[in-house]
């Protein structure tokens, strides 16, 4: 069993009827609940972006969400506004059993930068502080699970693995966006990694 269960962005607006809904997306919580229990040591992310977010397509005059540009540290896609901090969308699940939570990790709450990634911000090198505090725990080994698979799950996952811990990805426990065939793009990726991606 891994040492740690990362739980991705389990947040109002990522499941149905949310501002960046994922197909299914509330279909994660009953096998996340599940593994909450049994884990040893359990951290939640949570998506937590200011009012006009530079990621946020309202930001930029003539583009659409979903749209790609080029920002200061590279690709980004431009996202409906969603997980805005404080409001209901940024929310956990209501159903997400949130007080098993030993950490909860909140990113892309600096204006100018995206973070898709429990460990880094979107320039790959600004940390969140997650790599120190499973260190500091002794953790070596991680299960992830959540939203979306194909974005913060695969950042995360592809993350833990350059920093050298042992990475599961629970995909009946995650949801994909799946953006010009991201999804499929984003499990290709994890596996070369050496990421094992179960059931």
């Not at 940024?90 to 892309?108: E, N, S, T, W, Y």
């Not at 299960?143 to 990805?169: E, I, K, P």
Request: hydrophobic content about 45%.
């Amino acid at each position: 069993m891994a040492d740690a269960l990362i739980v991705i962005d389990v947040q109002n607006d990522f499941c149905p009827g949310g501002a960046l809904a994922v197909a299914g997306g509330d279909q994660v919580v009953a096998p996340i609940n599940a593994l909450l229990q049994s884990a040893q040591i359990r951290v939640l992310t949570q998506d937590w972006h200011p009012a006009g977010h530079s990621s946020f397509a309202s930001r930029h005059a003539d583009r659409q969400p979903y749209d790609l540009i080029d920002m200061p540290y590279g690709k980004q896609v431009l996202w409906p506004d969603h997980c805005i901090r404080g409001a209901e969308g940024a929310a956990f699940h209501p159903d997400l059993q949130v007080d098993l939570a030993d950490m909860v990790i909140r990113k892309g709450f600096r204006p100018q930068i995206d973070s898709y990634s429990a460990f880094f911000e979107n320039d790959r090198t600004t940390p969140t502080g997650l790599d120190g505090y499973l260190r500091a725990r002794g953790v070596t080994s991680l299960l992830l699970a959540g939203l979306a698979t194909d974005f913060c799950v695969q950042y995360s996952a592809l993350d833990a693995a350059r920093l050298g811990f042992d990475v599961t990805v629970k995909l009946s426990a995650c949801r994909g966006i799946d953006l010009s065939g991201s999804l499929q793009d984003a499990l290709d990726a994890m596996g070369q990694a050496g990421i094992a991606l179960i059931d």
